[in-house]
C-alpha cells in the first residue's frame, strides 16, 4: 500500500547526510530494521522507487529516515534532498530488511549504518545491547554522523574507522581479515553488515574464513 507522507523537520548530519521526519500513516505500524520503498509524489517520478531503512521506533509519534544525497547523480536521494519542511513524498509499507538477532558485531560502511540505527535503539530500549559493538568505516571524520548517540549506547565498543584520513583517536584502512582478526575475538556470535559496492560481501567472505557460519551473518546490500 502506498502511503502519502508529509516532512516535518529536515536536519543535515553531514555534509551529504539528511535526516526526515515525516508523519506517520494512520495505523502503520513497523519493527525496528524494517525499510520501505519512497517516490516522489510528482508524475515525473511514477514508477521510480529507492530503498530506505526506517531509523525511528514503532513507539515514535513520527516516522524518521537518515539517508544519504549523492548530488552527483540526478536520483532519487538529490531529488529528495531539494524537498523543503510542509512538502511531501510517498512511501509504502514497510517490509523485513534486517531482522534482529540479538547482541552481537555490527559493520557498517558509510550510510550502511542506517538499517542498524533503529535496532540499536530498541535493543538500547528492550535492555540486551550489552555486548554489541559497531564498527563504523567512513572515508574521513567529517563523514561521521550520530557519533554522540552511538556512543552513548555502546561506549567503548563504538569504533570509528577512517580510509582517506589519518587522524586520532580513529582507527585507520580498511576493515579486512586482518583488521577483523585483531578487533574481535567471537566468531561466533551475530554480524550485521551493510555498506556500498562489494563492502559487505568482501567481509562476509572474510568472517567465515575465521568461523563464522552462514546462519550468523546477516546482510544487507
Not at 509519534?61 to 536520483?75: A, C, R, V
Not at 555486548?131 to 567503548?156: A, M
Request: glycine fraction near 8%.
Amino acid at each position: 500500500m502506498e502511503h502519502i507522507a508529509k516532512i516535518k523537520h529536515k536536519q543535515w548530519l553531514t555534509h551529504d547526510v539528511i535526516q526526515f521526519t515525516i508523519g506517520k500513516p494512520e495505523n502503520y505500524t513497523y519493527t525496528a530494521g524494517q525499510a520501505i520503498e519512497a517516490t516522489l509524489n510528482d508524475p515525473k517520478f511514477k514508477g521510480d522507487w529507492a530503498p530506505f531503512t526506517l531509523t525511528s521506533l514503532n513507539r515514535d509519534e513520527d516516522l524518521q529516515f537518515t539517508i544519504k544525497i549523492y548530488s552527483g547523480h540526478n536520483g532519487m536521494t538529490k531529488a529528495l534532498s531539494k524537498l523543503n519542511e510542509g512538502e511531501s513524498f510517498v512511501i509504502t509499507d514497510p517490509w523485513d530488511s534486517f531482522i534482529n538477532k540479538g547482541p552481537g558485531v555490527f559493520i557498517a560502511g558509510g550510510t550502511g549504518v542506517t538499517p542498524f540505527i533503529a535496532l540499536l535503539r530498541q535493543m538500547k530500549i528492550d535492555g540486551n545491547v550489552t555486548g554489541s559493538t559497531l564498527i563504523f568505516s567512513n572515508k574521513t571524520e567529517k563523514d561521521i554522523f550520530l557519533y554522540d548517540e552511538f556512543k552513548s549506547i555502546l561506549g567503548e565498543n563504538f569504533i570509528n574507522v577512517l580510509t582517506r584520513e589519518r587522524k586520532e583517536p580513529y582507527l585507520y584502512g580498511r576493515i579486512d581479515k586482518e583488521f577483523l582478526k585483531k578487533h574481535i575475538s567471537n566468531f561466533n556470535q551475530p554480524f550485521y553488515l551493510c555498506g556500498p559496492d562489494n563492502f559487505a560481501e568482501d567481509i562476509k567472505g572474510n568472517l567465515k574464513e575465521l568461523g563464522a557460519g552462514d546462519s550468523l551473518v546477516n546482510i544487507s546490500l
